[in-house]
């Protein structure tokens, strides 16, 4: 058990500095042609930062990590490890500087949550389905899970995994197999990890939102 928080914040990332959004990787591969050659590291060197980086920072040479492939993507490097049994993807810049777990394109957030009833009825059919909501009061992205439903989100089959003053997961959360936040049990007992938009959701759950 005393593995599982540390696995979960490789996962999401959120203890560590929060998540580093890039939107806009047109303005950062014009901003790499005015990079010397030399100031950007190989694809060897990113791996090693970052594996190094969370090795000594976050696990602290208590859980094997290794190294699976290094990518490059979208003028970033893509760092592709495993954690135990757990296969995990995290990035870095070019110029090896930032390291951060994962990127979010805002575009595909929703930016007005649906208002009224319909948002009610769609959380509650969430819950009749058999669909469970696995998050953290400490979770950046589970509070903005949330706020999609608006005041409807006290209709979520919301868990709670981490009482207010520990380190560790509920039981319930434990015998779930939860790793990450927010994570999504969907009618079928799979668990589906990150955040979903409200499309995403229907589709999971075979609710309608509207």
């Known amino acids: 058990m005393n593995k599982t928080i540390p696995i979960a914040i490789i996962i999401v ?14 303005k950062r591969s014009a901003e790499e042609e005015t990079i010397e050659e030399g100031e950007i590291i190989s694809l060897e060197e990113a791996g090693e930062r970052v594996i190094s980086f969370i090795d000594e920072n976050i696990l602290q040479g208590q859980t094997p990590i290794s190294l699976i492939e290094t990518l490059e993507e979208n003028g970033l490097y893509i760092v592709r490890f495993k954690v ?15 390291i951060f777990p994962q990127v979010i394109d805002l575009r595909e957030i929703e930016a007005e949550p649906e208002q009224g009833s319909s948002l ?25 899970q949330k706020e999609l439903f608006a005041e409807a989100a006290q209709y979520l089959p919301y868990v709670e995994c981490v009482e207010k003053g520990s380190d560790e997961l509920i039981a319930e959360c434990q015998e779930a197999g939860i790793s990450g936040f927010p994570t999504w049990k969907i009618p079928n007992g799979e668990l589906v990890s990150g955040f979903k938009t409200l499309e995403e959701l229907s589709e999971l759950s075979g609710c309608s939102i509207e």
């Open 13 to 26: 990332g959120v203890l560590i500095a929060g998540v580093i959004v890039y939107t806009n990787y047109e």
């Open 120 to 144: 009610e009825n769609f959380a509650k059919c969430l819950s009749e389905k058999g669909m469970k909501f696995y998050g953290a009061s400490w979770c950046s992205w589970c509070a903005k």
């Open 84 to 98: 135990e049994e757990e296969e995990v993807e995290w990035r870095i810049t070019k110029d090896g500087n930032l």
